[in-house]
Structures are given as structure tokens and as C-alpha cells.
């Protein structure tokens, strides 16, 4: 039954995989890098594909809707210009007097778009790539949003694309504010494995008066995420440990069930 | 056993783990993915040689941890673990019928995961896990049984399709022709 083949094929095979698992985590990332690239041709093409329709509704739209379009977007613009203005305004003025109380001057955020071309093929895992990398100035640990709320963060850059830890993922982390009069902070944590709409909020106060529906934002502790960037609301919460502590389920604001772009957050 | 069914192995394997990652339609619809690589494996165990069997395990393997949050190289061993154990009683399979396809596909689907989660955890990761779990994994028994026969059909049409088709040997003898007429 067992040859001197099989031997081999199965000593070599344990072999290479030891190997791999004692090459530093350095090493490993890179290679893990360029054994993905394989697939960058791949992406390209579903991407291409997915265009293909749009690009042919676009072409086939009739004149007159588009002109109704750039209207709207004009229109839209002018509004937004005279929000910026009122905001920069604003800013200004926050810059004086946080001078004025010798405060750290804010820093404006600088976004960078970026598409999600795969997603975690293990389902005990959430994670997604995204098409920027350290071409495109990412680094570790920046934090991925969209419009509706906070994501991620990126946890390994490659020379074209990233890794993105989603928030539920045991690996991210976020430390939280809850937005009610005693601005109760906890830590959101790791989920079920099944519903990517929901997140763990630990680490609150065993007198933390939480109610459905409060929001939650970043708190800007851990030095990662910004501080005021939306996560969710709450949906109930429970003592823990006889009422040491409690936690707290929250309805994530982004859906990351179904992310197709996303922004990447720069200092 | 040929080069073109090396071939067809190796790129079904990679277009699987493409698919898994690009493809979230299943996950939507059901919770979880469905992972083709074990099905991939019983059909290259019972078919090919035992150098195409491990050569799997290794790629398909550091194919799928590129893609996914896993350390490299985690899912290796559960993959050359299930293709070789099948690979060595494949004799006494009867890998023709459906039935036994499906029995493979559903057991392949359901170790390839455990031993991964189970070396994963022996290294101190801390995979998402829980009741869900349970539902996930029955998603990819059920996927994985149902994936292996349709797989095992289209190994053999890509096979007939492109492959060389030795030509039938008829049975005519020019020593037993019989001539009529004269000499």
C-alpha cells in the first residue's frame, strides 16, 4: 500500500509546508503578495467585464437625460461649493481658538477611492482587497470607510493592491464612543460568523446606560482610527460577569455584505 | 492519466479559488462559500498520480491563503491529507458512480475545513467562529457533495473535448479478405 513514492511525495509536501509556516511574517506577507499577483489578470478581466454593461447603458442613454444629469450635478456642485466655503470658514475659525486654548492644530482628512476586487475565500475570516497599494501611498493600519461608515483598516500593502481587515474580524479592533450623555466607551470586537451587518461592543461600563438605536463613532484612542467616524447603532445590550461589565451588539452603518468601493483614509 | 488532465486540474484549481474570492453570490444568498478545492482533490486522487496529488495540496493550498486572512501555507496539509488518503484506497473506490462521488465530495468538504480550523488554532489564531459555524459548514458539505460529480463530468468533457482520441482499430485484415473473381 504505501510505496517509497507515496514516501517521498508526502514528506516533501510536509516539508515544503513547515517551511513555509517558519519563514518570518515579513517574508511570509511578501510571498503571500506575489503568489496573489498571479490572480492580478484575473481581476482586470472581471473588472473589465463589469464595466462592459455600463459602459454600454452610457452609450445608449439618450441625449437629452444626460444634459438633465450635468444639470443636477451642476447644481449639486454649486450647493456643495457653498458648503465648503461655510465649512472652511468654520475650520478657520475651530483653528483660532483651538490656538487660542494652545490645542494641537486638526488635521482635514485626505481620502483616496478605492475598488474591492476579492473578497476572504475562508468564511472564518472577513477580509477584502482592495486595487491601491504602497504605489498609491498606502501603509499599514490606514482606515478604509465609506459614506455610510467606518470599514476596516488595511493590514498588508502590496506594491498594487491591499489587504482590508473588515470590522466583525477578530483582528480588528476599534476602540468606540457611544453617543449619549455619559459617552460610554468600549471596545468593538469579533461578531457571528454569519451576519456581516453586526459587531460586538465590550468593554463598557457595568452602569453604562445604553439604548437602542444610540450611535456609535470611533473614539479616536489606539491611535488608528480618527476620532468621529460613524460605526453604527446599538441594538441591545447585557450585563457581563455578574454585571461587571457590559457589551452591547451593534448594526454596523456600512453594509460590508455588499462593498464595492471604498475610501481609504490618509493622515 | 496524461498531461492534459495535469493541466485541467491545476487550472480548475486556480479558477476555483478565482471564483471563491470574486464571486460573493453564494455567500449572500447563504451565509457562507462554498470551497471547491476538496471536490478538486477527490477527482485528481482518484485520477491522476500521486506527484499530481501532492503538487495540488501545495498550489492549491498557497493559492487560497494568498487570497484569504489564513497564514500561508495553512491549508496545505488538509488538502495532501484527504487527497492521499483517498489516493490510497482508490483501488477499492468505485469512483464511476455518482453516488460515490458524492460521498467523497461531502467528506472532503467537511475535514479540508476542520483540519485547517484546528491548525489554525494550534497556532494561536483566533478564526471567526461560532453557532453560525455549524450552518457554514453544512453550506459546504452540501456544496462540496453536489460540486464533485458535476466536476467529475466536466474533467471528462474538457478530456473528451480536447484530448487526444486514439483512433478505434477496426476489424479488417487484408489476410482474410475475401477476393472474388479470378487470379
Redesign the interface.
Given at each position: 500500500m504505501f510505496k517509497q513514492k507515496h514516501y517521498l511525495a508526502l514528506g516533501a509536501v510536509t516539508l515544503a509546508a513547515l517551511l513555509i509556516f517558519s519563514l518570518p511574517p515579513r517574508a511570509t506577507s511578501r510571498l503571500k503578495l506575489a503568489i496573489s499577483s498571479l490572480f492580478l489578470p484575473l481581476f482586470g478581466l472581471v473588472h473589465t467585464a463589469q464595466q462592459l454593461p455600463a459602459d454600454l447603458a452610457d452609450s445608449v442613454l439618450p441625449r437629452r437625460e444626460l444634459l438633465k444629469e450635468i444639470y443636477n450635478l451642476r447644481r449639486e456642485n454649486e450647493q456643495l461649493h457653498v458648503q465648503e466655503l461655510q465649512a472652511v470658514a468654520t475650520g478657520r475659525e475651530n483653528d483660532q481658538l483651538r490656538s487660542l486654548l494652545a490645542w494641537q492644530k486638526q488635521t482635514p482628512w485626505k481620502l483616496k477611492l478605492a475598488n474591492v476586487i476579492a473578497r476572504d475565500p475562508a468564511n472564518w475570516w472577513r477580509t477584502i482587497q482592495i486595487d491601491l497599494g504602497s504605489r498609491d501611498g498606502l501603509k499599514e493600519n490606514l482606515p478604509v470607510l465609506t459614506s455610510d461608515g467606518l470599514v476596516g483598516r488595511v493590514s498588508s500593502v502590496g506594491f498594487t493592491r491591499s489587504q482590508v481587515i473588515l470590522l466583525g474580524d477578530p483582528n480588528c479592533k476599534a476602540s468606540a464612543l457611544v453617543e449619549n450623555p455619559a459617552h460610554d466607551m468600549g471596545v468593538i470586537s469579533a461578531s457571528g460568523p454569519l451576519d456581516t451587518s453586526l459587531a460586538e461592543l465590550s468593554y463598557l461600563s457595568g452602569s453604562a446606560n445604553l439604548k437602542s438605536g444610540q450611535s456609535v463613532v470611533t473614539s479616536g484612542l489606539g491611535g488608528i482610527f480618527p476620532k468621529g467616524i460613524p460605526i453604527g447603532q446599538i441594538v441591545d445590550a447585557r450585563p457581563v460577569e455578574f454585571g461587571l461589565y457590559s457589551e452591547a451588539r451593534v448594526k454596523l452603518s456600512a453594509n460590508l455584505g455588499a462593498l464595492e468601493q471604498v475610501w481609504v483614509l490618509f493622515p | 492519466m496524461n498531461v492534459l488532465q495535469t493541466i485541467l486540474i491545476f487550472v480548475a484549481a486556480?479558477l476555483a479559488?478565482?471564483g471563491?474570492?470574486?464571486f460573493?453570490l453564494l455567500?449572500?444568498w447563504l451565509?457562507?462559500?462554498v470551497?471547491l478545492l476538496p471536490a478538486i482533490m477527490v477527482y485528481a486522487a482518484l485520477n491522476a498520480n500521486?506527484?499530481v496529488?501532492?503538487l495540488l495540496?501545495?498550489f492549491g493550498?498557497?493559492?487560497?491563503?494568498?487570497?484569504?486572512?489564513?497564514?500561508?501555507?495553512?491549508t496545505?496539509?488538509p488538502l495532501?491529507i484527504v487527497g492521499?488518503l483517498i489516493?490510497?484506497r482508490r483501488e477499492l473506490i468505485l469512483r464511476e458512480l455518482p453516488f460515490a462521488q458524492i460521498i467523497l465530495g461531502a467528506v472532503a468538504s467537511a475535514v479540508v475545513?476542520v483540519l485547517?480550523?484546528l491548525i489554525?488554532l494550534t497556532?494561536g489564531k483566533?478564526?471567526?467562529?461560532?453557532?453560525?459555524?455549524l450552518?457554514?459548514s453544512f453550506v459546504?458539505i452540501v456544496g462540496g457533495a453536489i460540486a464533485t460529480p458535476i466536476l467529475f463530468a466536466l474533467f471528462e468533457w474538457c478530456q473528451h473535448a480536447l484530448g487526444y482520441q486514439p483512433r478505434a482499430e477496426t476489424s479488417f485484415r487484408p489476410d482474410r479478405e475475401i477476393r472474388r473473381g479470378k487470379k
Open positions: - | 486556480f479559488v478565482f471563491e474570492a470574486t460573493p455567500r449572500h451565509g457562507a462559500q470551497n500521486i506527484s496529488v501532492a495540496a501545495v493550498g498557497l493559492w487560497f491563503d494568498s487570497l484569504s486572512a489564513n497564514p500561508l501555507g495553512v496545505i496539509l495532501l492521499f489516493y490510497l475545513p485547517t480550523i489554525l497556532g483566533q478564526p471567526l467562529l461560532g453557532w453560525g459555524s450552518w457554514q459546504m
